[in-house]
T-cell receptor, first 112, second 111 residues
Framework: NAGVMQNPRHLVRRRGQEARLRCSPMKGHSHVYWYRQLPEEGLKFMVYLQKENIIDESGMPKERFSAEFPKEGPSILRIQQVVRGDSAAYFC??????????FGPGTRLTVT | KNEVEQSPQNLTAQEGEFITINCSYSVGISALHWLQQHPGGGIVSLFMLSSGKKKHGRLIATINIQEKHSSLHITASHPRDSAVYICAGGHYGGSQGNLIFGKGTKLSVKP
């Protein structure tokens, strides 16, 4: 039973480009969460999704960031027109109802 | 002010020692998670608790709701326990994964 998968593991983008981060939850998990960990800082919640629905996006920056979890395929966190301040580790986690979170290995985004 | 405060920030122990990491949280947090972040960056969820005590192997997590305090204990510590331990709180009525994270406790266990 594969765990939470994230790809790519490392992503380098120039300022102004778009970054797409993918997360495939564990089999049987219908809840997906995205978190960001800035260098030398703690984790911060970004968004919570279920299939085809954004449930809680209270932690998402207002501009340039979006997330989706389509009926088929992985959840995608999209960052448009990246800036240096977007360089961070982005983790996704999944869960089934009311159970412990399972985290993916993270995507390290570097903006040059 | 962060709603979840951990102490200590850094902890060095000798192999075999009993270790305690503390977490205090503010009103409104209904569930506490303990996470372990490995030196390579990967995160493992250790416990999720809203009352009492949970044990898994050499790890024990306790929570005191009245005092709004949780502790993570490691018995017979080993160098492979070296990692950052993070506590995180979820609010009443909030989504399960909408967590407020502590800044983490960096544990180093020396052989």
């Amino acid at each position: 039973n594969a765990g939470v998968m994230q790809n790519p593991r490392h992503l380098v983008r120039r300022r102004g480009q778009e970054a797409r981060l993918r997360c495939s939850p564990m089999k049987g998990h219908s809840h997906v969460y995205w978190y960001r960990q800035l260098p030398e800082e703690g984790l911060k919640f970004m968004v919570y999704l279920q299939k085809e629905n954004i449930i809680d996006e209270s932690g998402m920056p207002k501009e340039r960031f979006s997330a989706e979890f389509p009926k088929e395929g992985p959840s995608i966190l999209r960052i448009q027109q990246v800036v240096r301040g977007d360089s961070a580790a982005y983790f996704c986690a999944s869960s089934s109802d009311r159970r412990r979170l399972s985290f993916g290995p993270g995507t390290r985004l570097t903006v040059t | 002010k962060n709603e979840v405060e951990q102490s200590p920030q850094n902890l060095t122990a000798q192999e075999g020692e009993f270790i305690t990491i503390n977490c205090s949280y503010s009103v409104g947090i209904s569930a506490l998670h303990w996470l372990q972040q490995h030196p390579g960056g990967g995160i493992v969820s250790l416990f999720m608790l809203s009352s009492g005590k949970k044990k898994h192997g050499r790890l024990i997590a306790t929570i005191n709701i009245q005092e709004k305090h949780s502790s993570l204990h490691i018995t017979a510590s080993h160098p492979r326990d070296s990692a950052v331990y993070i506590c995180a709180g979820g609010h009443y009525g909030g989504s399960q994964g909408n967590l407020i994270f502590g800044k983490g406790t960096k544990l180093s266990v020396k052989p």
